[in-house]
């Protein structure tokens, strides 16, 4: 493909909490950039832009269209060092206000000026646009952020979102482990599912795999042989 660019994404649900890698276009010049959108941009960007549901979960799936990006990013370093030397390294400044009232009128947390790597593509050039891509897989083998407190974990669970808690990221990465083998034909026992302070988690098996015994699943089947 030789990108410049490629994301790692993740099945995402309709307006969770995290950025959007989605294809725009520019309607006065025709040209199209495969970019990050934030969550909290997403909705009004496709409501005002003739879709008007907004960020919906597809039927079929159950997911959004518009896979989740979780900022593991590859760079191919040649065209990432011509860009850096031409840019001298600025990228787009960015704002994202969270607020904790409907109305918008008091923030949640102190807001802050932001430079997000994840837009790097607003500094390729249109003619090296289709240079940017992103590879998609299943959320549990990679992805489970802890950023919110337990209060709020609890609302985005029951709304069927991840959690985003401690206590999910811990569950999450035994999890990871435990499905890893489990595909190379391990047998892995799981516990059942169990509830803290209104979080709902699977607790075990706490399987840890140090990096130095295995860090791909080809080195995982090297150790495990069936």
């Not at 520019?26 to 909290?40: A, P, S």
């Not at 079929?60 to 390294?89: M, V």
């Amino acid at each position: 493909l030789d990108l410049i660019m490629n994301s790692l994404a993740v099945p995402r649900k309709a307006k969770q909490a995290i950025g959007a890698v989605t294809k725009l276009k520019n309607t006065k010049t025709g040209e199209f950039r495969t970019i990050n959108v934030e969550y909290n941009q997403l909705d009004p960007l496709l409501r005002g832009s003739g879709f008007k549901d907004g960020d919906v979960n597809d039927k079929k799936t159950g997911f959004s269209p518009f896979p989740g990006n979780i900022n593991q990013l590859l760079f191919k370093l040649e065209d990432y060092s011509e860009l850096l030397e031409a840019t001298s390294g600025l990228m787009p400044e960015f704002v994202n206000p969270k607020y904790k009232d409907a109305q918008k009128t008091i923030f949640k947390k102190p807001t802050r000026l932001e430079c997000m790597m994840q837009d790097f593509p607003t500094v390729i050039p249109p003619e090296k646009s289709e240079r940017v891509g992103f590879t998609s897989i299943a959320a549990e083998l990679c992805f489970s952020p802890v950023k919110n407190a337990t209060a709020d974990g609890v609302v985005l669970q029951g709304k069927g979102t991840a959690a985003g808690t401690a206590a999910t990221g811990e569950a999450d990465q035994y999890q990871a482990y435990s499905n890893i083998l489990k595909s190379i034909g391990v047998q892995v026992e799981t516990a059942e599912p169990a509830t803290f302070k209104g979080i709902t988690v699977t607790p075990g098996p706490q399987v840890v795999v140090y990096p130095d015994f295995a860090r791909c699943p080809a080195e995982y089947e090297a150790k495990f042989p069936t």
